[in-house]
């Protein structure tokens, strides 16, 4: 198989997405495929600088620096929402919605603030458990 070719399909309660960079690289892409009335974990990270696009669909962007002052955004379709380490977000999905999301590597842990499967936070252990990669791999 060609090295330059990569997909890797991961299920999510809200879900799936798609990585289509491979885990050796400075960056990582993904397309999130969210289903209406779902939504990710209110969350930030510690390492992770990301942009989000919503490529289709109708959905929220809930964003602040703490817990009470979050703001919600109506997304707009084929713009970017560039989200720096630390700052609390969460995507909301009004109807079916396709996200393309590219960041840096996916190092440190994900800190889930509130998450409606309560699952843990999203360490860097736990990421590639999640995704069948050995300890010396990075997830992306």
Not at 72 to 88: C, D, L, S, V
Request: aromatic share 6%; glycine share 8%.
């Amino acid at each position: 198989m060609n090295d330059d070719i990569y997909h890797q399909r991961v299920e999510k309660p809200w879900g799936h997405e798609i990585i289509w960079t491979p885990p050796d690289l400075a960056r990582a892409g993904k397309l999130l495929h969210v289903k209406a009335g779902h939504r990710l974990s209110l969350q930030y990270h510690d390492q992770k600088e990301e942009t989000i696009l919503l490529f289709s669909g109708q959905a929220r962007l809930h964003l602040g620096d703490d817990l009470e002052r979050l703001q919600i955004i109506e997304m707009t379709a084929h713009h970017g929402y560039t989200i720096r380490p630390f700052k609390i977000h969460r995507l909301e999905a009004v109807t079916d919605c396709v996200f393309v999301e590219v960041s840096s590597p996916e190092t440190g842990t994900t800190f889930r603030l509130q998450d409606d499967h309560q699952r843990p936070h999203e360490t860097e252990e736990l990421r590639r458990k999640e995704r069948g990669q050995g300890p010396g791999q990075h997830s992306v």
